[in-house]
T-cell receptor
Framework: LAKTTQPISMDSYEGQEVNITCSHN???????ITWYQQFPSQGPRFIIQ???TKVTNEVASLFIPADRKSSTLSLPRVSLSDTAVYYC???????????FGKGTKLSVIP | ETGVTQSPTHLIKTRGQQVTLRCSSQ?????VSWYQQALGQGPQFIFQ???????GRGNFPPRFSGLQFPNYSSELNVNALELDDSALYLC???????????FGPGTRLTVL
């Protein structure tokens, strides 16, 4: 699976929209893009997954450009409880594992 | 619907000992994966079990072994514990493939 690169940390004020960009220049045709959220001393939690264009669910949006070499996780109007580490991963149909990097530590400031 | 549960929550062992960690998968899920997460790092894939067979393995030595039972629950066994084995061990269940995996709260293992 191709490697992903994302910022180590980000700060945001409460109520703002946060965009976390992930780079995956060597993404393969059958790779999906998946984002997980993790709070301290808890297991990661699935946020959203997409293949191309835009995906939206009740907590986030995922924007994927046509070349799929990057993706952006968008969190609308963050609150203090959104302070967590966010991981961008690539998954492949038929593959059995998730490959996590170090993630982006998001700190939401009052 | 019951989520993924793990036991014990915390565990302290000494170097050279053996440990068994347990995981109950979410109802209906037939695939269980185990991950090791060192402090400040992302989770690292250990192995996955599907229908009681090991279905893939990460870069971990043979002293890390596992089992999956007919009810899809699973065990992770680590022999000859080393100090570097101190970590949060996470279990995740799913239907397999690239879709969503549901993680348990983890077991914090400390090796002294």
């Amino acid at each position: 699976l191709a490697k992903t690169t994302q910022p180590i940390s980000m700060d945001s004020y409460e109520g703002q929209e946060v965009n976390i960009t992930c780079s995956h220049n060597n993404i393969a045709t059958n790779d999906y893009i998946t984002w997980y959220q993790q709070f301290p001393s808890q297991g990661p939690r699935f946020i959203i997954q997409g293949y191309k264009t835009k995906v939206t669910n009740e907590v986030a949006s995922l924007f994927i450009p046509a070349d799929r070499k990057s993706s952006t996780l968008s969190l609308p109007r963050v609150s203090l409880s959104d302070t967590a580490v966010y991981y961008c991963l690539l998954g492949r149909a038929g593959s059995y594992q998730l490959t996590f990097g170090k993630g982006t530590k998001l700190s939401v400031i009052p | 619907e019951t989520g993924v549960t793990q036991s014990p929550t915390h565990l302290i062992k000494t170097r050279g000992q053996q440990v068994t960690l347990r995981c109950s998968s979410q109802s209906g899920h037939n695939t269980v994966s185990w991950y090791q997460q060192a402090l400040g790092q992302g989770p690292q894939f250990i192995f996955q079990y599907y229908r009681e067979e090991e279905n893939g393995r990460g870069n971990f030595p043979p002293r890390f072994s596992g089992l999956q039972f007919p009810n899809y629950s699973s065990e992770l066994n680590v022999n000859a514990l080393e100090l570097d084995d101190s970590a949060l061990y996470l279990c995740a269940s799913s239907f397999g493939g690239p879709g969503e995996q549901f993680f348990g709260p983890g077991t914090r293992l400390t090796v002294l």
